[in-house]
């Protein structure tokens, strides 16, 4: 029987297939980043990052799901993007970007494992490659869009639609016509109150596109939720 792969080894593998840039690294530069990295584990509901901390470094999610959001001043939040095993979290070393100014807040939304590479590693390479400096502007770049298309969801579409997209994107990511999630889950992911969410889930199912049940649902007519998705409204508004 073979033995156990050393960390090291096991940080190697996993940053070679995590960074596209491994490969264009020098020797050097691989070294500094494997010395740079971290095991990490966050638990459910643990405060990973927030504007008032220290820079906590580049996550790689190897397992879990993590929630970056914003926070208003009477305390409502409105989730920007979620990242899962085999995503880069950069937003939680903000602090070497100098173009990132707004404020992000990130939680575990599971149990989380992850590799932490140091920030100040992580800004020097940057200098150093460009390759690092272009994967790093463009990472920043998928998570502003992710929180355009939530800002624009939230300013722009009705209710039902949103939550419409929302259930068929989440399918989508298992491959299964169930969601084990509860209406307050829903309600945070859209930013949406939890009543709107079960008022319009209560809706759904009277029509027929799905069932629900204790902790979560399933898509019974999926065709007419990917529909109502596209299209918008089916219905009168519900939102």
Request: aromatic share 8%; proline share 3%; with cysteine.
């Amino acid at each position: 029987m073979a033995g156990k792969m050393p960390n090291e080894e096991i940080s190697r593998k996993c940053l070679a297939c995590g960074f596209p840039f491994w490969n264009e690294l020098t020797p050097e530069q691989q070294e500094s980043l494997c010395r740079s990295t971290r095991p990490v584990r966050y638990e459910k509901g643990e405060h990973v990052h927030s504007p008032t901390e220290n820079c906590v470094g580049i996550l790689l999610v190897r397992s879990g799901q993590l929630r970056a959001y914003i926070l208003s001043e009477d305390g409502r939040d409105v989730t920007l993007y979620r990242l899962f095993a085999g995503e880069v979290c950069i937003l939680s070393a903000s602090c070497v970007l100098d173009a990132v100014t707004f404020d992000v807040h990130i939680d575990a939304e599971e149990p989380v494992d992850a590799y932490c590479i140091g920030a100040g590693v992580f800004r020097n390479l940057m200098q150093q490659n460009v390759y690092v400096r272009c994967f790093a502007y463009q990472t920043i770049t998928e998570r502003f869009s992710d929180t355009m298309w939530a800002m624009q969801q939230i300013l722009f579409m009705s209710a039902d639609r949103r939550l419409a997209i929302f259930l068929t994107d989440e399918l989508a990511k298992t491959g299964s016509n169930e969601l084990h999630m509860t209406h307050d889950q829903i309600a945070r992911y859209m930013g949406s109150a939890r009543e709107v969410v079960s008022r319009l889930l209560k809706y759904f199912a009277q029509e027929g596109l799905v069932t629900l049940w204790r902790g979560g649902l399933t898509v019974l007519d999926k065709p007419r939720l990917q529909k109502l998705a596209r299209e918008g409204r089916a219905g009168k508004d519900r939102g």
